[in-house]
């Protein structure tokens, strides 16, 4: 049986339908505090409801239930956040993982892979950024996915368990039956904020910063579709349960969208003049990040196939979905 952390949110939801799609036995741990019950009820698989910051919870999971392997995704993810309350990111984030990591040792699972984060890698000293790439977070939510692979690396050594680490750039889009989305409360990220504006949630979509060093002034990411993002995630199982060593792999598609391209995307794909307005650039934004992800083709053979477009169109179908559910 698979154990997945954080299988009620966005990513590991998905993460979740498509092990099960595989014919997988999954297990969903998450305590739903920024994760919906709803989102594992309509997935029909069997969950705990379980909060890694407390030892005894994840124990008594792997006293009831043979896992083989872990994919954990459990933690709290907005930047912004973690700068105002470190302590919450660092216990969340860092403790619940130690306890999650000497649980499996326990319990003799020794397969984990793990959400990280281009955010480890901070300020890009050039790009497109390798796994190489020196990783100097600035901000504690970085920090938080730096620590947990530092100590997945010492876990290794001491216990012999091994992890895949997959840095992940910008994640987007949805299942493309329409099944689950994005659903963060409150949405930061740049694809559901257009898309709510498009929907006349009220707000007009803000636009932060459009005096970069780049080609229309605004910032530049890499746009990861979340099908094919979990697809990376199956064949780093795969890989760990056919022997593999402990390793590191950036997931995203070596091309970057900027700001005002996602905004055309999303103005194309709804066939919608977007109400916008452009506002002072947001703290600890970097100018550019773009992956890249060769090393994830040379040794997964992983390699994305959803352009922008379809990230944004899968993104569109669910947030139609989303608005009329929550009526
Ligand atoms: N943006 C806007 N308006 C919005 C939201 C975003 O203009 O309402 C802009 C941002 O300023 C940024 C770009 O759109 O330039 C992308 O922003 P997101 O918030 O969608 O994503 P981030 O690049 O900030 O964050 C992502 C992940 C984080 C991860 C980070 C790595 O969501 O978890 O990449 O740097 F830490």
């Given at each position: 049986?698979?154990?997945?952390?954080?299988?009620?949110?966005?990513?590991?939801?998905?993460?979740?339908?498509?092990?099960?799609?595989?014919?997988?036995?999954?297990?969903?741990?998450?305590?739903?505090?920024?994760?919906?019950?709803?989102?594992?009820?309509?997935?029909?698989?069997?969950?705990?409801?379980?909060?890694?910051?407390?030892?005894?919870?994840i124990n008594a999971v792997f006293d009831d239930y043979k896992i083989d392997a872990v994919v954990?995704?459990?933690?709290?993810?907005?930047?912004?956040?973690?700068?105002?309350?470190?302590?919450?990111?660092?216990?969340?984030?860092?403790?619940?993982?130690?306890?999650?990591?000497?649980?499996?040792?326990?319990?003799?699972?020794?397969?984990?892979?793990?959400?990280?984060?281009?955010?480890?890698?901070?300020?890009?000293?050039?790009?497109?950024?390798?796994?190489?790439?020196?990783?100097?977070?600035?901000?504690?939510?970085?920090?938080?996915?730096?620590?947990?692979?530092?100590?997945?690396?010492?876990?290794?050594?001491?216990?012999?368990?091994?992890?895949?680490?997959?840095?992940?750039?910008?994640?987007?889009?949805?299942?493309?039956?329409?099944?689950?989305?994005?659903?963060?409360?409150?949405?930061?990220?740049?694809?559901?904020?257009?898309?709510?504006?498009a929907l006349g949630s009220g707000q007009v979509f803000k636009l932060f910063g459009d005096d970069?060093?780049?080609?229309?002034?605004?910032?530049?990411?890499?746009?990861?579709?979340?099908?094919?993002?979990?697809?990376?995630?199956?064949?780093?199982?795969?890989?760990?349960?056919?022997?593999?060593?402990?390793?590191?792999?950036?997931?995203?598609?070596?091309?970057?969208?900027?700001?005002?391209?996602?905004?055309?995307?999303?103005?194309?794909?709804?066939?919608?003049?977007?109400?916008?307005?452009?506002?002072?650039?947001?703290?600890?934004?970097?100018?550019?990040?773009?992956?890249?992800?060769?090393?994830?083709?040379?040794?997964?053979?992983?390699?994305?196939?959803?352009?922008?477009?379809?990230?944004?169109?899968?993104?569109?179908?669910?947030?139609?979905?989303?608005?009329?559910?929550?009526?």
């Open positions: 049986m698979i154990l997945v952390t954080g299988g009620a949110g966005y990513i590991g939801s998905h993460c979740v339908l498509k092990l099960k799609e595989a014919g997988e036995k999954v297990l969903v741990f998450d305590n739903f505090s920024t994760g919906h019950i709803e989102t594992v009820q309509n997935l029909g698989v069997e969950f705990v409801k379980g909060d890694l910051k407390n030892p005894s919870d954990h995704f459990a933690a709290f993810s907005q930047v912004g956040e973690s700068v105002k309350e470190p302590y919450k990111y660092f216990q969340n984030n860092v403790c619940g993982t130690l306890n999650l990591l000497d649980v499996m040792v326990k319990h003799d699972c020794k397969k984990i892979v793990f959400s990280s984060t281009a955010a480890t890698y901070g300020e890009p000293v050039y790009t497109p950024i390798d796994e190489n790439h020196p990783q100097k977070p600035i901000n504690p939510y970085g920090e938080t996915k730096l620590t947990v692979e530092m100590i997945m690396d010492d876990f290794d050594k001491a216990y012999g368990l091994k992890s895949v680490r997959l840095r992940y750039f910008n994640v987007a889009g949805a299942d493309e039956s329409g099944r689950i989305g994005e659903w963060h409360e409150p949405e930061t990220h740049l694809v559901p904020n257009v898309l709510k504006a970069y060093d780049t080609k229309d002034g605004t910032c530049v990411r890499d746009y990861i579709d979340v099908n094919d993002l979990i697809d990376a995630h199956i064949l780093a199982l795969k890989y760990l349960q056919d022997g593999g060593d402990t390793n590191v792999f950036n997931l995203g598609t070596k091309t970057g969208s900027t700001v005002k391209e996602v905004f055309a995307a999303c103005e194309n794909v709804t066939g919608m003049k977007i109400p916008y307005e452009i506002c002072p650039r947001r703290e600890g934004d970097p100018a550019i990040l773009v992956a890249d992800n060769t090393k994830a083709l040379e040794i997964f053979g992983w390699q994305p196939s959803r352009k922008l477009q379809n990230s944004v169109q899968s993104a569109w179908n669910w947030e139609q979905i989303l608005t009329n559910r929550n009526k």
